[in-house]
C-alpha cells in the first residue's frame, strides 16, 4: 500500500533544497493519501495547494480528513501542520513518486517531446512494444491513458501530460497491472509547470520545434518553450532526434550535455548530397508514399545503429508524408527497448490515431480527411503534402482557432491555407471567452481572397456539411483543428459536440 512519513517527506525535501519549514512535532506519523484537490481529500490525506489556490480549499480540504498541508506559504486559517517549502510543484512531483514508492524504477519509459507528432509516434510505439511484451504497455498520451491491460484501464485524458500526482498514480496503477513499459508524451508546460520534475526516462525523443504555445498562459518567448522541450533530453538516458528539424546544434549540445554520444541516435530523411553536421545513424525514404498509406525504407549508417537490426522496408497505415519521421522515431525507440523488425512492421501498419489524418472516400464526391492539424507547422505540412500527392485536385479546408490561447496560431493557419488551399471554410473551435466570428476574422486577414473563396460558418457541423457535401469526385476535404475533441471549450465548460469523425462518417453514408 502506497504510504509516506514525515521523515521521509523532510528528508526528500531537504535533499533537494526545498523544505523551508516542518511544522510537524511527530516524524513517524505516516499519511495513507496524497491529494491536490480538495474534493478528492480523504481521511489522513497530506494536501497540497497549488496554482490558482483559495483559502477556502483548505477549509475543505481539513474537513474532508487532511492531517497536513504543503505550500509554499502559511495560512492563517490551516488547523493542521504544514510544510512549507520554496516551490510547490517540485516538491509535489518528488513527494508523488516517493508516495508510490518510485513506480518510474519498475516501468521502463520511452517519452516523446516536439511540437507536432507526439501523440502519432507514441501510438505506433505501443503498437510496437505491444506486440514484443504482449499487450502490456501503458500509455500517457493527450488522447487515451492505459494503466493496464484491459479496457476498463483505459480513460481519456485531461491534458497532453498529466498533474505530477496523477502521472504517479496512474505509473502506480500500471506497475499494479502488471505492465511492462511506458511509453508517454511531454508537453512544454510539462516542464514549464514542473509535472515531471524529478522523473527520468530511459528514452527520451526530441521529434521537432516551431513557434506554438507561446503567449499568454504558456511561454513567454520561443527561447523558453525550447529550453523547456530540450527539458527531456536532459532527462534522458538515451536520446533520439530527428536531423530534419531547426535548432539542431542546440538539442544535440543539450543532449550530449548530459548523455555519451554513443546513447543519441540521429535520424533523417535521406537527401542527394547530404551534409551534416553530426553523423546521422538512421537514414529513411519512401519506397511508395500514397494519399491513403506509405512505406519507408530505413538504413543504419553508423556502426551504433547497425547493433539495432532495424534495416528494412515498413508500411505505415496513416498517410502524411512526416508520419514517415514518426515512424522512424518509433521504430528506433522500439529497438531500443528490444522489439523485432517483425512487431516494427505489425505496429506501424496497423496504427491508426484516432482524429489524425483519418480517411473517408465518397463515391461521386470527394475524399475527406480529419485532421488535429491546428497552427502552421501542421496545417502546413498536411496541405503540402495532399497538394504534391494530387496537385491538380481542389482543396478545400474548415477549420477555425482556439480563443484565450496560441494567438499567433491564426495568423499560421491562414498563412498555410493561402499557400495550399483553394476554398476555406472558416468556423468554431474551442472559442473560449472569445467571439469565434472575430477569431476567424484574424484568420481571414492572412488569407487573399481572390485566390482562396472564403467563407465563415458559426455552426462546425453546419460548415462541414456544406462543405463535404457540395465537394465533386477527385476534391480534397480537410476537417482540421478539432481532429479526437468531441467538445467544443466555451467560456470556461465543455461543451457536448459530435466530432469531426463522426460527422463525416455520417455524411459519407449517403454520398
Ligand atoms: C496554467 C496551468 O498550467 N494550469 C494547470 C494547473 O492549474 P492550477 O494549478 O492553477 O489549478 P486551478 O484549477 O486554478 O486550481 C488551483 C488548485 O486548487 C485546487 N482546488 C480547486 C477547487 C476546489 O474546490 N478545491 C481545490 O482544492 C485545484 O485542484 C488546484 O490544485 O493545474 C491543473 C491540474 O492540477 C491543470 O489542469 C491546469 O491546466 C490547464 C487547465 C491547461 O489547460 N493547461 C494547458 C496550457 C496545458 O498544460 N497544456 C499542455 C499541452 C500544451 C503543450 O504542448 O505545451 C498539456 O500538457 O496538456
Ligand atoms: N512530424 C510532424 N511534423 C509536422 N506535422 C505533424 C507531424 N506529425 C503530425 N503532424 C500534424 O500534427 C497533427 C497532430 O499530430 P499529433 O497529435 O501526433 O501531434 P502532437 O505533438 O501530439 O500534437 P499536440 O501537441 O497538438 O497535441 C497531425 O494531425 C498532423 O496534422
Do not use: W
Given at each position: 500500500m502506497a504510504q509516506i512519513t514525515v521523515a521521509e517527506v523532510v528528508l526528500l525535501l531537504k535533499e533537494h533544497n526545498l523544505l523551508i519549514e516542518s511544522q510537524f512535532s511527530s516524524s513517524t506519523h505516516h499519511f495513507d493519501q496524497i491529494a491536490y484537490n480538495s474534493k478528492l481529500v480523504v481521511d489522513n490525506c497530506l494536501f497540497f495547494c497549488k496554482g490558482n489556490f483559495k483559502p477556502a480549499y483548505l477549509d475543505d480540504a481539513q474537513t474532508h480528513g487532511a492531517t497536513a498541508y504543503m505550500s509554499e506559504k502559511a495560512y492563517s486559517n490551516a488547523k493542521i501542520p504544514g510544510f512549507i517549502v520554496k516551490n510547490i510543484?517540485?516538491?509535489?512531483?518528488?513527494?508523488?513518486?516517493?508516495?508510490?514508492?518510485?513506480?518510474?524504477?519498475?516501468?521502463?519509459?520511452?517519452?516523446?517531446?516536439?511540437?507536432?507528432?507526439?501523440?502519432?509516434?507514441?501510438?505506433?510505439?505501443?503498437?510496437?512494444?505491444?506486440?514484443?511484451?504482449?499487450?502490456?504497455?501503458?500509455?500517457?498520451?493527450?488522447?487515451?491513458?492505459?494503466?493496464?491491460?484491459?479496457?476498463?484501464?483505459?480513460?481519456?485524458?485531461?491534458?497532453?501530460?498529466?498533474?505530477?500526482?496523477?502521472?504517479?498514480?496512474?505509473?502506480?496503477?500500471?506497475?499494479?497491472?502488471?505492465?511492462?513499459?511506458?511509453?508517454?508524451?511531454?508537453?512544454?508546460?510539462?516542464?514549464?509547470?514542473?509535472?515531471?520534475?524529478?522523473?527520468?526516462?530511459?528514452?527520451?525523443?526530441?521529434?521537432?520545434?516551431?513557434?506554438?504555445?507561446?503567449?499568454?498562459?504558456e511561454h513567454p518567448t520561443f527561447a523558453d518553450y525550447l529550453h523547456c522541450k530540450e527539458q527531456l533530453l536532459?532527462?534522458?538516458?538515451?536520446?533520439?532526434?530527428?536531423?530534419?528539424?531547426?535548432?539542431?546544434?542546440?538539442?544535440?549540445?543539450?543532449?550530449?550535455?548530459?548523455?555519451?554520444?554513443?546513447?543519441?541516435?540521429?535520424?533523417?530523411?535521406?537527401?542527394e548530397g547530404q551534409e551534416t553536421e553530426y553523423p546521422i545513424d538512421f537514414l529513411y525514404h519512401s519506397i511508395e508514399d500514397s494519399l491513403t498509406e506509405n512505406e519507408i525504407q530505413i538504413t543504419a549508417n553508423t556502426e551504433k545503429a547497425k547493433k539495432l537490426h532495424i534495416d528494412g522496408a515498413y508500411h505505415i497505415a496513416i498517410p502524411g508524408d512526416y508520419n514517415e519521421g514518426n515512424a522512424v522515431a518509433a521504430a528506433i525507440t522500439s529497438a531500443l527497448m528490444g522489439a523485432k523488425p517483425s512487431e516494427i512492421e505489425y505496429g506501424l501498419s496497423n496504427t491508426t490515431v484516432p482524429g489524425r489524418m483519418e480517411i473517408y472516400q465518397t463515391k461521386d464526391h470527394g475524399t475527406i480527411y480529419v485532421d488535429y492539424a491546428h497552427n502552421y507547422g501542421s496545417l502546413h505540412s498536411v496541405l503540402d503534402f495532399l497538394k504534391s500527392q494530387a496537385p491538380k485536385s481542389k482543396v478545400t479546408v474548415i477549420t477555425g482557432s482556439t480563443g484565450d490561447k496560441g494567438i499567433d496560431r491564426r495568423e499560421g493557419l491562414g498563412k498555410a491555407i493561402n499557400e495550399s488551399?483553394?476554398?476555406?471554410?472558416?468556423?468554431?473551435?474551442?472559442?473560449?471567452?472569445?467571439?469565434?466570428?472575430?477569431?476567424?476574422?484574424?484568420?481571414?486577414?492572412?488569407?487573399?481572397?481572390?485566390?482562396?473563396?472564403?467563407?465563415?460558418?458559426?455552426?462546425?457541423?453546419?460548415?462541414?456539411?456544406?462543405a463535404v457535401t457540395e465537394s465533386k469526385k477527385g476534391d480534397l476535404v480537410v476537417v482540421a483543428g478539432k481532429g479526437h475533441d468531441e467538445y467544443q471549450k466555451i467560456n470556461g465548460k465543455n461543451v457536448p459536440y459530435e466530432g469531426d469523425a463522426a460527422i463525416v462518417k455520417n455524411l459519407v453514408k449517403g454520398l
Open positions: 510543484q517540485k516538491a509535489m512531483s518528488l513527494v508523488s513518486a516517493a508516495f508510490f514508492g518510485f513506480p518510474q524504477d519498475k516501468l521502463p519509459t520511452i517519452a516523446y517531446t516536439g511540437t507536432k507528432g507526439k501523440t502519432t509516434s507514441a501510438y505506433f510505439t505501443k503498437a510496437i512494444l505491444d506486440q514484443t511484451y504482449d499487450r502490456k504497455v501503458a500509455l500517457s498520451s493527450t488522447i487515451n491513458t492505459v494503466v493496464g491491460p484491459t479496457s476498463k484501464d483505459v480513460v481519456k485524458s485531461n491534458l497532453t501530460t498529466p498533474e505530477s500526482l496523477d502521472l504517479f498514480t496512474n505509473m502506480h496503477k500500471a506497475v499494479e497491472n502488471g505492465m511492462s513499459h511506458l511509453v508517454m508524451e511531454v508537453s512544454s508546460q510539462a516542464y514549464k509547470k514542473n509535472r515531471v520534475y524529478g522523473l527520468h526516462y530511459d528514452v527520451g525523443v526530441f521529434l521537432n520545434i516551431s513557434p506554438d504555445h507561446i503567449g499568454r498562459n536532459v532527462n534522458s538516458d538515451a536520446c533520439v532526434f530527428n536531423a530534419d528539424g531547426t535548432h539542431l546544434t542546440d538539442i544535440y549540445y543539450t543532449a550530449k550535455a548530459t548523455t555519451q554520444p554513443e546513447n543519441i541516435y540521429i535520424y533523417g530523411r535521406q537527401r488551399a483553394d476554398q476555406a471554410y472558416l468556423t468554431t473551435d474551442d472559442p473560449a471567452t472569445e467571439d469565434p466570428k472575430k477569431i476567424a476574422e484574424e484568420i481571414a486577414q492572412h488569407i487573399d481572397p481572390t485566390q482562396v473563396a472564403t467563407s465563415y460558418i458559426a455552426d462546425r457541423k453546419q460548415a462541414i456539411t456544406k
